[in-house]
């Protein structure tokens, strides 16, 4: 499994609408979420596995799905919450981008096609943890693999 290092962190989408903004986190260990925020206090997460398998193309095997009410912290109630086996295949570049917001040039992610109605998501400025996603408190991450034992 290829990870383009180059996509880890958070990215933000410009608002979809004035009702809507999307934003997608890429973990360093191939882990990653999208979420779908509404002005309405209505929240989805789309949390999936992530690999770049040949250059300019972004794969998302999404595993999980969650919506409902969010909160300050995630969710405050939750509405759905269901295995998915969704596949994201996108083509994607890294550019310089005048914000639509601040006019200002920024990093860029343009994926086509468009992921939860985005296309085009800026770099945001920290790299996220598993703990940094909305979902995390309704749906625990699995724990981590215990080391093993070197080999004699």
Request: glycine share 8%.
């Amino acid at each position: 499994m290829y990870l383009d290092r180059r996509l880890v962190g958070s990215w933000f989408g410009a608002v979809v609408n004035v009702m809507e903004s999307t934003d997608i986190d890429f973990l360093p260990n191939g882990w990653g979420w999208s979420t779908l925020d509404s002005v309405s206090g209505q929240m989805s997460v789309s949390r999936f596995r992530w690999s770049t398998p040949s250059p300019g193309v972004l794969r998302l095997r999404c595993f999980w799905e969650i919506s409902g009410e969010s909160g300050r912290e995630g969710f405050k109630t939750v509405e759905y919450a269901e295995p998915s086996e969704e596949l994201i295949v996108a083509r994607y570049s890294l550019e310089r981008r005048e914000h639509p917001v601040s006019g200002a040039y920024e990093n860029a992610l343009v994926v086509d096609p468009a992921i939860d109605y985005e296309s085009v998501f800026y770099r945001g400025v920290s790299v996220p943890t598993e703990a940094d996603d909305p979902s995390a408190q309704a749906v625990p991450y699995p724990p981590a693999p215990r080391p093993t034992a070197p080999r004699r």
